[in-house]
Structure formats: structure tokens, C-alpha cells
């Protein structure tokens, strides 16, 4: 078996195949150039492509994405990166405004083909403005296609997709994830946007997650197998398009979901999902549907307060153990 | 638009059709909101006649003018203000977005600065794909106070992109002098020289001005030498928007104003030319005419496909987000 990458290194990866394979990617961003990224997630880019295909930016985040949407718009297929996804709202109105809505208001006279790549989610200590998950942020605005791996494979593959798909995509890669390990990605690996996978089958309950919920709800499983609940997780991957066609198909089969986010609960994504559920999928339920999320509170910075606040094994094992029992 | 007589006879048209947009309006047949430019006409004509075809503008809500300087049709444009299917957006802009991108015209955006950083990126653009194309951005006075315009600037100049900042400074943002609020004389112009950009202050009324000055400012552009900053000071003849009557303006200012029109400037110059005030006159009637046909044809136009509501959200045509 080939060595294991990790999600780090799978990003690099992701975007330097796409690069090789078409010179009008190109990729602009604050420090992803010779220092190959805060997160170190852009090492190589520079190297192999150059400074003509990899841009320093400043600090300035409207200038990126504004930049990446003009670029976008007349022939090049730009990948921005914002640093931490909590800096998206210093150019929130390019994702709100501007780029999901040109093709629209326009009759479909331009498209946009860009990607905001950035780091997302907590675990890591590092506070209220750069631990949190946004990407319920993203899913508020019609336009936009989201994307959020679990696993370095995945991360390639769907990096691929991203960056070949014709709309713009926000591409959430989770910091608590950029060391985790996995099998390479093999060659031509291209994930189609909109299709979950179905990382474990289970029988009794369905439990939806998203980029490194992923793992959680794996750990947690397997803890609960040990108690004779067969749980199937699913992996939506992105958030738009939403493959409800999976998650219906499990529910039907489980006739109970619990949906684990790391997102606060007010205004989560769990939150579509569950609707969606409640609407054409309320006569599989044997249970009422839980929602594992994040607290609605900022993220706190003591381990012992942030653990409080997001989702964790024990929260989404009590949570499986409740609906299971009900 | 190769003569002045051209660029005099697309700035009449324009003037009739914010005319006809405003009788329009208050004939109940355009809803919404119109940010006429009516007094502008100048900077946009004079920057398209200054342009190759195959370079960018960006512009703003109040951008009727940009669109049919780049040549965008009276009649498109009004039907797009009355909800017509053959609206220049299929009626799914309105008045603050007239888009005309088969001519370079990307787009009309109504977030104050937000289209800086984008013409900046398309200029990033052409600088990749190895063309000497430029990008223009028009923008307001009051659009040189929010983070965007100097993000913008500063990006352009570093990455040194062929790229025009004009500014149409009309001395009004929104309802409030631009003066109150800003702490330097000429909004645009004095704040390029903290981005090492080269600024220019021009009259914006004048066609020939701003013809010229683009011209030497795209010459920079495409021999690689990066951004320049253009301050058009001009005036607008209504209010801001379709609510406001302007009442916050000084009359006598008003009236210096409406005397330095810039039809009357065009048409000393075409006298100065040896074009008779009958050519002239000729011009007149033929834009009168041409817009009177569009005004016809616009709202004779079917109405708007409720379908289209459901159209070209993603590329392939669609609104689809489930899977």
C-alpha cells in the first residue's frame, strides 16, 4: 500500500494537479508563496509554478476575492485563499453579494469560476475570531457550491472538482483535520460536488456529518457497536448541492438521524437537513431527530471550555444512545 | 465612436433615454428605483471612445451611461428597466445592473467600491493571459471612503495592473457633500499619491478631456507602467435617486452647473470643428428619434418569463442545490 498523506499535504496536491493540468489556474492569497501558507497547505506551489502563477497578496481580503472574481470573470480560474475562514466576513460581501449573484442579475451573461479556499473550524486553542465554523455562513446565500472534506483522498478529488466546476465554490478544509492521515489520492481523482458518502453502513441509526464530524461520528460508532447500535455514517462532503437523495435513502432504511455540526445550532446547517427530513422523509422517523451542534455561544480558549462548546464523541454518543432508546 | 460627432450623438441618446427613464418612471413603468445620469455623459462616452474593444468596465448602480457608451442599446436598457423579457439582463437586473458583457461591459454593481478589486482583477487577468487588455472601473466620489477603493488601489499598484480608476466626482455623495466628509480636496486624486499612483483632475463634462486623458492613462496601461487614478469632476442634473429632487444643492451652484452641460461643450467644439449647427441639428433629431423607437419597441416588448426566475443561478443554467 502506498504511504499515507495527510490532509495538509493532500491540498498542495489537489491544487498543484489542477495547475499541471490547466495554466488559467492560478492562486493568490496572503503568505502562500514562498512560505507556502500559514497552514502550511500551499508548500511546493510556489517552487513548481512560480510567482506569475502563485500571488502574495496583502493583507486585504476584499482585494482577493474582488481580484479572484474579476479574474474569474474573464477567462482564468482563480483559487483565493483566506486564511482563516473567520476573515471571510472582511469580505463578506463578495460572497454575498458579488459573486453569487453576478450570473444571476446579469440574464447569465458572465460566470464566475474561482474557489475561496480556507481553514475552518476549532479544536485548536485559537479563540473566538479564528476557531469557528462558518460554513452555515455560506449556505445563507443561494449561489454559491460548498465543499468541506473529511479526508485527504477527498480533499483532492473534490479540490478537482472545485477548481474545474464552472460556479464558485467555497472550499472549507478543517483545521483540525490538517494532520490527520489517510490513503493517497489516486491518479485523475475527481469527486463530483453534491454526493455523500456513506462512510459506515448501520442499521438502526443514521448519523449525518460533515468534514471533521466525520471522524467524530467514526469514533463514536464504534463505541456504540460495542453496545449493539449499528450506526451509518454519512459524509455529506459539500453543503451545496445538497445530496438529500443519501441522506433520505439512510433514513428510510434507519428511521432515525442525528445530525452532528460543528456550526452553532442556531442557524446550522443541520438545520436544512433536518427540514428537508421533517418535510418528505417524516413518515420513516421512528424518533424524534437530534441535533448535534456547537453551542450558541463564541468559542471560548481554554480546551476545557472550548470541548464544552463544540461537538464531541460523548455529546454525539448521548445524543445516538437518546434516540436509539426513545 | 471614432469622431467627436459620434461621441456627441451616443451622449444625446444617452440624455434622451434618462429622460425617457425618468417619464417612464413616473408613467408608472418602471418600478423600483433609477440613479440617472443625466451630466455624466461625458466620462463614460469619452473613456469608451478611448477603449479597444476587447477591454473591461466595471461601473456602478448609477450606470445607464457606461452601458450604452459601451454599447448597450437604448431600447435593451429601457427594457430592462420596464421588466421585458428582451431587457438587457432579461429583467433580472434592473436599472443598477445594465450589463453589456459581449462589449466588455461587465457588470453595474450597487454595493458602493465592491467592483474596484474586480476591475483590479481583471486587469491581473489580461496581465496572466499575456494581452495588453485594460480594465476601467467608474465609481462615485462617495465610493473613495469605503475599505474596498483603497484595498483596490493598493493591489493594483503593487501588482502594477493595467488597470483606470475613474472617478466620477460629482461632488455629492448621496445627499451630502462629498466635502463634509472627506478630509482632502479632490477625493480621488489626493489619496493615489499614498498608493504611488499617478492621479489626474479633469473636467468631466468635457468629452475631448476625458477622451484624452483616458487615452494617455490606457497608453500607460497597456506599455505596462500600471494604474492610474482620474478625476472627472462633473455634475448630475437630477438627484440622486428617483425620490431625491437635489434639494440639498445650492441653486446658484445648480445653475453654474446646467451651464457647463456637456452637450453644449460637445457642440462648441463640433462649431470649432466647422460641423454646422445644422449637422448638429441632424444628430439631434436622429437620437430623438432613435430613442422615441426605443421607448416604442421596449414597451411593446413581452413581459418577462416568471420561469426566468428559475434560470442561470449555476453556469449550466439552472437553480438546482439538492442532489
Known amino acids: 500500500m502506498a504511504e499515507l498523506i495527510t490532509y495538509r499535504e493532500a491540498v498542495a496536491e489537489g491544487i498543484a494537479r489542477e495547475m499541471r493540468r490547466d495554466p488559467d489556474v492560478v492562486c493568490l492569497g496572503e503568505d502562500i508563496g514562498a512560505a507556502g501558507g500559514v497552514f502550511k497547505t500551499t508548500v511546493g506551489l510556489f517552487d513548481e509554478f512560480g510567482a506569475g502563477r502563485v500571488w502574495d497578496t496583502p493583507i486585504s481580503e476584499q482585494a482577493i476575492v474582488g481580484a479572484a472574481m474579476g479574474a474569474a470573470m474573464t477567462g482564468m480560474r482563480p483559487v483565493a485563499e483566506i486564511m482563516f475562514s473567520d476573515f471571510l466576513a472582511c469580505c463578506w460581501d463578495y460572497l454575498a453579494n458579488e459573486i453569487p449573484k453576478v450570473r444571476y442579475m446579469t440574464g447569465g451573461q458572465v460566470t464566475v469560476p474561482l474557489v475561496v479556499r480556507t481553514a475552518n473550524g476549532g479544536g485548536l486553542g485559537f479563540g473566538a475570531q479564528h476557531s469557528q465554523s462558518v460554513e452555515n455562513w455560506a449556505l445563507t446565500v443561494p449561489g454559491l457550491k460548498i465543499v468541506a472534506p473529511s479526508t485527504p483522498a477527498d480533499v483532492v478529488g473534490l479540490m478537482a472538482s472545485a477548481i474545474r466546476s464552472d460556479d464558485p465554490v467555497v472550499f472549507f478544509e478543517h483545521k483540525g483535520l490538517f494532520a490527520s492521515k489517510g490513503a493517497p489520492a489516486p491518479p485523475d481523482h475527481v469527486i463530483p460536488l453534491g454526493k455523500a458518502a456513506v462512510r459506515r453502513s448501520g442499521a438502526d441509526v443514521t448519523v449525518v456529518a460533515l468534514a471533521a464530524t466525520v471522524p467524530l461520528a467514526l469514533t463514536a460508532a464504534e463505541e456504540l457497536a460495542r453496545d449493539g447500535i449499528d450506526v451509518e455514517v454519512i459524509d455529506l462532503r459539500c453543503l451545496i448541492p445538497l445530496d438529500m437523495s443519501t441522506v433520505l435513502e439512510s433514513v428510510a432504511k434507519t428511521s432515525r438521524l442525528v445530525v452532528v455540526e460543528e456550526n452553532p445550532y442556531q442557524g446550522g446547517w443541520g438545520g436544512t437537513v433536518v427540514s428537508v427530513v421533517a418535510e418528505e422523509g417524516f413518515e420513516s422517523l421512528d424518533a424524534p431527530i437530534k441535533r448535534v451542534a456547537a453551542a450558541n455561544v463564541p468559542l471560548p480558549f481554554a480546551d476545557a471550555l472550548e470541548e464544552k462548546v463544540i461537538p464531541t464523541v460523548d455529546k454525539l454518543v448521548a445524543a445516538v444512545r437518546t434516540t436509539v432508546a426513545y | ?323
Not at chain 2, 18 to 34: I, N, P, Q, S
Not at chain 2, 61 to 74: L, P, Q
Not at chain 2, 208 to 222: G, K, L, P
Open chain 2, 1 to 323: 465612436m471614432r469622431t467627436l460627432l459620434d461621441m456627441y450623438e451616443r451622449m444625446a441618446v444617452i440624455r434622451r433615454t434618462e429622460k425617457a427613464a425618468f417619464d417612464l418612471f413616473m408613467a408608472g413603468l418602471v418600478k423600483g428605483t433609477t440613479h440617472l445620469a443625466s451630466g455624466h455623459e461625458a466620462v463614460a462616452v469619452g473613456t469608451a471612445a478611448a477603449l479597444r474593444p476587447d477591454d473591461y468596465v466595471f461601473a456602478t448602480y448609477r450606470g445607464h451611461h457606461h452601458a450604452m457608451a459601451m454599447g448597450a442599446s437604448a431600447e435593451e436598457c429601457l427594457a430592462e428597466l420596464m421588466s421585458k423579457a428582451t431587457g438587457v439582463c432579461r429583467a433580472k437586473g434592473g436599472s443598477m445592473h445594465l450589463t453589456k458583457a459581449a462589449n466588455g461591459m461587465l457588470g453595474s454593481y450597487a454595493i458602493v467600491g465592491a467592483h474596484l478589486p474586480m476591475a483590479a482583477g481583471a486587469a491581473w487577468s489580461a496581465k496572466l493571459r499575456g494581452t495588453d487588455q485594460v480594465a476601467v472601473a467608474f465609481f462615485g466620489d462617495g465610493a473613495t471612503n469605503i475599505g474596498a477603493f483603497h484595498e483596490a488601489l493598493n493591489l493594483a499598484a503593487v501588482w502594477k495592473l493595467p488597470v483606470l480608476f475613474i472617478c466620477e466626482n460629482n461632488f455629492y455623495m448621496e445627499y451630502t457633500p462629498i466635502g463634509a466628509v472627506t478630509a482632502v480636496p479632490h477625493p480621488a486624486a489626493d489619496r493615489a499619491p499614498a498608493y504611488s499612483i499617478p492621479a489626474v483632475v479633469i473636467d468631466g463634462n468635457d468629452v475631448t478631456v476625458v477622451r484624452d486623458a483616458v487615452a494617455q492613462a490606457v497608453e500607460r496601461a497597456r506599455a505596462g507602467e500600471g494604474p492610474t487614478v482620474i478625476e472627472a469632476e462633473t455634475y448630475r442634473h437630477h438627484g440622486h435617486s428617483r425620490t431625491d429632487p437635489g434639494a440639498y444643492r445650492p441653486k446658484e451652484e445648480v445653475e453654474r452647473w446646467l451651464k457647463h452641460d456637456p452637450l453644449d461643450i460637445a457642440r462648441a467644439h463640433l462649431e470649432a470643428q466647422g460641423i454646422t449647427p445644422d449637422d448638429v441639428r441632424r444628430v439631434d433629431e436622429r437620437a430623438a428619434a432613435h430613442v422615441a423607437a426605443a421607448v416604442d419597441a421596449a414597451k411593446n416588448a413581452p413581459d418577462a418569463d416568471p420561469a426566468e426566475a428559475f434560470t442561470d443561478v449555476w453556469a449550466d443554467g439552472s437553480a438546482t442545490w439538492r442532489s
